[in-house]
């Protein structure tokens, strides 16, 4: 898809959907484990044009091209290595459980990862779970006995697969065509009007209100606030019971079942909060500034460290490193990225080429500073930190 074709809001149709910030050459591929350091440097890249719609509020990368992401590389965004986030997906899948009664059902879940939170839900309800994923490494995880993985994007010939409840985590923000996506999705539940749906996608508030400029990626081509998300499921044709910002406000997640009649596009954005929406516009106008600051900020204090002989590591292997080093100058001063997950150990990060190890070597690294990409681990690194007698000074992105 070229800039030409996504001129108009994906969301809404509309051609007020204007460019307020750039950040050109983004690594395409973060969540892709790089086997050298030359291969991570050399790794594509894009451009982020990041546009808003003054219509429906929807935030966007005018500038993605769905061609140069391959989500068939050996890919690994699994979260589940944490133990707070294995808490949130156990306390999501007993909650949806309880609440819609998923007991004996089918569980469909677009973009299932490892399968780890279709297996869960799959044990908690004695469900049957199918789910749906390129990326995904049979045998990598241990599965519900109940549960088969399909190495495939969803598709419209998948909605013969029909689920009571179908979940989709963290994969909305990477589709570039998302009402058709969800246009597709209701089509696949109109035999079973009593089916829910599940979705959960990254809170775009942090990114422009609390300027987690981090959580910029190429594969995230939208970006999504309470108000646009609901306004782009109620005109889908989708009734919304609840939307909650869960993980410490950093998700946003949607229950929604199909509604007993379609809104057009045009009545449901009399449907959007514009108050909410004005919120969005004011945090875009501002963002390219707050952008160029937060770079500067950080480059000035790696560089600082740099001279002062300090040895510094990130701690954390995902996405918001990946840019959050491409991103910041002196980012070379980072020698080390520490990740718990034995998957990425041994990985190079995408752009920069800094090698990704195990907690226990920082040992004998004895680093400095730790530096810590999202707060919801904080206190979770530090008690690690505490165990192998590192005192460094801990600085929260
Ligand atoms: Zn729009």
Known sequence: MSRESSANCPSCGSNSYEVFAELPEMPVHVGVLWESPDAARASRRGDVALAFCRSCGF???????????????????????????????????????ERYDVRGRRVAEIGCGSGHFLSLICELGANRGIGFDPSHEPGAEELAKEVRILREYYAEDHAEHEADLVCCRHVLEHIPAPREFLDMVRRSLENNRDAVVYFEVPNALLVFRDLSIWDVIYEHCNYFAAPTLDSLFRSSGFEVVDLQEPYEGQFLSIE???????????????????????????????????????????????????????????????AKTVSFLNLVEAGDSIEWVVDINPGKQGSFIAGTGQPVVAPDRLAEIAPDVVVVMNPVYRREIESQLHEMGLTPEILVV
Do not use: C, M
């Not at 909060?273 to 707050?290: I, K, M, Q, S, T």
């Open 59 to 97: 935030v966007g990368n005018r500038a993605f091209d769905p061609a140069r992401v391959d989500y068939g590389l050996r890919y690994d965004n699994a979260l589940h290595f944490s133990p707070t986030f294995r808490d949130y997906e156990r306390h999501t899948a007993e909650r949806l459980v």
């Open 256 to 318: 929604a079942r199909l509604a007993p009649e379609r809104i057009g596009v045009r009545a449901s954005q009399g449907g959007v909060d514009r108050d909410a929406l004005g919120e969005v516009a004011d945090l875009v106008a501002r963002f390219a500034n707050h952008v160029q600051q937060k770079r500067e900020e950080w480059s000035d204090r790696l560089a600082s460290f740099a001279r002062a002989g300090s040895k510094s590591v990130i701690w954390g292997g995902g």
